[in-house]
Each structure stands twice: as C-alpha cells, then as structure tokens.
C-alpha cells in the first residue's frame, strides 16, 4: 500500500503573521504653561474579515504649571465591522499613573493604577479608522482623561 502527502507552502510558514497589523497613536498638546505627549504602539490579530482583537503598549506625560503627570501601562483591544465601513470597539486599559505636584514649594506625589474601558464606534477606511469611544469607568478623580467622551484615529499597516 502506497501513501502520498501533499501540503501546500512550507509547513514552518504560518498564515499567522499575514493576518497581523501593526499600528497605534502619537498624541501632542502644548499650551500656555502646558506640554502632553503620548505614544500607544499597538498590534492586532485580524481574525476574520469582521473581527480583530489585540493589545496596546500606552504612554503619556504631561506637565502643566507646578503639576507633572507620567501614565503608562496597556490595553486589549476588539474590534468588529459588521459592514467595512462601520467599526465598533470595545478596549480594556490599566494605567499606573504617577503625579507630582508643586503645592507651597513642597513636592506631593501619588500613584495608583486607573482603569478603564472604552466602547467606540467609527468610519473605516482601508488602514484608517475616525470616531468616538467612551469611557465607561470614567472616573473625574482619578482619570488621566479630561472628559468619559474622546475623539480617536486609528492608523494599522
């Protein structure tokens, strides 16, 4: 008895790969006494046509005044587009936020971890998508974010 095996490809080559993208965010603010930079390098899994799920490396610093902020941490991220053009987002972020504060020439600094978790939707476009996303755990205390309601653009290659 005779046996043929046929495989399409080299076996060591995965379509894994084929199916990831890499992108993420750049953020600048600077005003009168202010400065905010943040960098969120990110990469997904495009599981399907429809649905792509991921994770996010997050940094941000600001100083404003006598007030200095450094937040990094990361994300999961998921993504659906029941039509290419609509895009709906659900993203789970843990900060460790550091803050330090001039008060009376004394220095007072906290830390402590925020979290958060946004649900979006946005136009897509090829490599590009634009909208809106809220944060469900918005907390006005403690969030880095100055509003639960945030405009966003997402660039993947």
Partial sequence: MTSFVHSQGNPSQSDFWNKV??????GLGIGNKSF????SPSALYR????????????????????????AY????????????VI?????????????KIKINGENHTTSYWSPALFAGIGYSMPNITMGVRY??????Q????????MPFVRVYF
């Fill in 21 to 26: 993208q890499i992108g993420g965010g750049l």
């Fill in 36 to 39: 905010n930079a943040s960098l």
């Fill in 47 to 70: 599981a399907t046509n429809q649905f792509s799920t991921g994770v996010a490396l997050n940094l941000n610093y600001a100083k404003f005044n006598d007030a200095q902020l450094m």
């Fill in 73 to 84: 941490g990361g994300s999961l991220l998921t993504f659906y587009n029941p039509i290419p």
């Fill in 87 to 99: 895009q709906f987002s659900a993203e789970l972020e843990q900060l460790r936020v550091n803050n």
């Fill in 135 to 140: 944060n469900v755990l918005h907390d006005d």
């Fill in 142 to 149: 403690k969030s880095i974010y100055a509003n639960a309601w």
